[in-house]
């Protein structure tokens, strides 16, 4: 967990698809069961912006689909995921 304040869990996730769903799926309820967050927040990025980066990074319509498609569960919180996109500016100036 990035960090927790006031009973809520942030996480920026930047990395790889299998963080991201470890982060969504299983350490937000082991962090509410032993650290007691109420729910959570997921930062990461959009797919247009993940393109830029390193292969293998999670984008937000992947979680969301997957998510759509697994449904919920017994253990769940709620969890406030946030996609993040970025213009590109070249600095080609011709």
């Not at 995921?81 to 600095?91: E, K, L, M, T």
Request: charged share 20%.
């Amino acid at each position: 967990m990035d960090f927790i304040k006031e009973n809520l869990g942030v996480e920026v996730q930047l990395g790889k698809y299998a963080f991201m769903v470890y982060n969504v799926c299983a350490k937000t309820t082991i962090f509410s069961k032993l650290k007691g967050i109420t729910a959570g927040i997921e930062i990461i990025p959009m797919y247009a912006f993940a393109e830029w980066m390193s292969s293998g990074v999670s984008y937000f319509e992947q979680i969301v689909w997957d998510l759509e498609q697994r449904g919920v569960s017994n253990i769940d919180i709620p969890v406030l995921i946030i996609g993040i996109d970025a213009v590109y500016h070249s600095s080609d100036s011709s």
